[in-house]
């Protein structure tokens, strides 16, 4: 069913997976995985509610209202794009792409998370390297960041196999404790080297307008 809102109709299709705009019935698929998802060995994720407390459902409702709001803030300067991540038709996390002033700079950022059952088949990189499909393919942009703890090596193993290079690092905290963050950074020129053609984009075009992108600039930097 296409939506109103042009961003919950883009699909990023690959072999294994599809990054299908976290619609509010996507959303309620993925309760049962952020209701189960409190995180109980190291490494330790951020200081985020919604994997710490277990039993509450104030976690889900602050998960909902944070994409909620994130979906409210949308402009040209400042925009986040929610995706599910569908394996066979089911949910098994959640894939974000960010943009901060965007159209001037041709930059973005990623976060994701993966349910316990959907890790250590390969899928967190599938997902990242859809992203980023849809990032330089589909929005034509220039570089690509991302940053992970320290001792994630399975998020920094993604960033490296993917052609990021490290970019410095930086402080944030967990269990309200400071802990090391190491910054990653992918040009286009390293991601053109492993561009993929097994990925497909639907639905990219109608949602430029909603991100202050026009058609003609977002295609002179493909």
Request: contains cysteine; negative net charge; aromatic residues 10%.
């Amino acid at each position: 069913m296409a939506h109103i809102y042009p961003p919950l109709n883009i699909e990023v299709r690959t072999p294994r997976l599809t990054l299908a705009g976290a619609s509010d019935d996507l959303l309620a698929r993925l309760v049962p995985l952020v209701r189960a998802g409190v995180a109980d060995a190291e490494p330790w994720p951020f200081d985020d509610p919604s994997s710490l407390y277990a039993d509450n459902p104030e976690r889900e409702w602050r998960w909902l209202r944070g994409i909620w709001s994130g979906r409210g803030r949308v402009s040209p300067e400042s925009w986040r794009l929610y995706f599910a991540v569908l394996v066979d038709g089911e949910p098994v996390g959640m894939q974000d792409l960010i943009g901060k002033d965007f159209a001037r700079f041709g930059t973005v950022t990623s976060f994701s998370w993966l349910a316990p059952g959907g890790r250590g088949r390969g899928l967190g990189a599938e997902m990242r390297a859809a992203i980023l499909h849809l990032a330089f393919a589909g929005l034509g942009a220039r570089e690509a960041g991302s940053d992970a703890f320290v001792d994630n090596e399975a998020s920094n193993r993604i960033s490296r196999g993917l052609g990021y290079e490290p970019n410095g690092t930086d402080w944030d905290t967990r269990r309200g404790e400071p802990a090391r963050i190491q910054q990653w950074r992918l040009t286009r020129e390293m991601w053109e080297l492993r561009r993929r053609e097994d990925i497909e984009l639907t639905g990219v075009d109608e949602c430029l307008p909603v991100l202050g992108l026009p058609a003609a600039a977002a295609e002179s930097r493909r």
